[in-house]
């Protein structure tokens, strides 16, 4: 597939993931868009990636938990012919959901749930009439079970992952030529865990992955159609174990897991 001079639109770029896939895009030769708040790291991206592989980066600096937030971000992107749409900004809450605040929790799931969707929405339909294009939500080997200490997160998670392997089926179904994804990484030593409010205890330690290889393996399964992309052995072992559990049985097993030390 040639992707050169073609266009993605890539939120939460401005750390993790989000750096990996503007870099992995870049090098295909395609030209970005980068959204996240901190407009200094987006900069960042955008010189490194314009230098190594000359293409085109433009920064857009914006908080996608804000109400209308997606539908902003898209009204500023809807004419640049978007063929790429990596829904990457997201973050976690690692506390008993007791503790939560109701406000905080609010806003976590307005990014994680609310503008993946509504971004998904309005290009995905842009994409259908062209019968060309790709969508790759990121959601987490979180998604597959429930998560004690990250309950709302998982649960968000769980959302994303269902939500896209649905669309991809109904494209599939339906002849359509355009790809929906979910990537479903399990720790990787991004922001992530520091951001979560999460330690990294031996179990995060000894678990935990580099992100560019995974953020490949994600792009190429994207590229190919996958509907489900779960990097490493050791999360897709532990993701069929769990399945095999009650899902109180698989809460309580990663409630051990990720409890504190
Ligand atoms: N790392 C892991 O262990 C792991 C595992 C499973 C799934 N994931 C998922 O991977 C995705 C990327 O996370 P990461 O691991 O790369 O962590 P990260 O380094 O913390 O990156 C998160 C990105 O999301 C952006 N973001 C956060 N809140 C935002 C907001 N309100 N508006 C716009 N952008 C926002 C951040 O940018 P700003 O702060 O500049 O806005 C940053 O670019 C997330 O969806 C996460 O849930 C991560």
């Known amino acids: 597939m040639d992707f050169k001079g073609k266009k993605a639109l890539i939120t939460g770029a401005s750390s993790g993931f989000g750096v990996d896939f503007a870099d992995i895009l870049g090098s295909k030769g395609m030209d970005l868009i980068i959204v996240a708040r901190r407009k200094d790291k987006l900069d960042e991206v955008k010189v490194n990636v314009e230098k190594k592989y000359g293409v085109n980066v433009k920064v857009i600096d914006m908080d996608l938990s804000g109400f209308d937030a997606a539908q902003e971000l898209y009204e500023m992107t809807k004419d640049e012919n978007i063929e790429v749409l990596l829904n990457n900004a997201g973050y976690g809450m690692y506390e008993f959901f007791k503790n939560q605040k109701a406000e905080e929790v609010d806003r976590m799931l307005q990014l994680n749930i609310i503008a993946l969707t509504a971004l998904t929405n309005m290009f995905l339909k842009d994409m259908v009439k062209k019968d060309c294009g790709y969508i790759m939500n990121v959601a987490s080997f979180a998604g597959f079970n429930p998560t004690p200490f990250y309950a709302a997160y998982g649960a968000s998670k ?48 000894s678990t935990i992955g580099k992100s560019y290889p995974a953020a490949v393996e994600a792009i190429d399964g994207l590229f190919n159609g996958k509907a489900v992309v779960m990097p490493r052995f050791m999360n897709r072992f532990a993701a069929s174990m769990l399945k095999l559990m009650s899902r109180k049985k698989a809460a309580e097993t990663v409630f051990s897991s990720i409890k504190e030390d």
């Open 158 to 205: 769980a959302f994303v992952m269902n939500f896209s392997v649905a669309l991809n089926t109904e494209l599939e179904k339906t002849g359509s030529k355009v790809v929906v994804s979910a990537f479903c990484p399990g720790y990787t030593d991004t922001e992530f865990v520091s951001r979560a409010g999460q330690s990294r205890s031996k179990f995060v330690e």
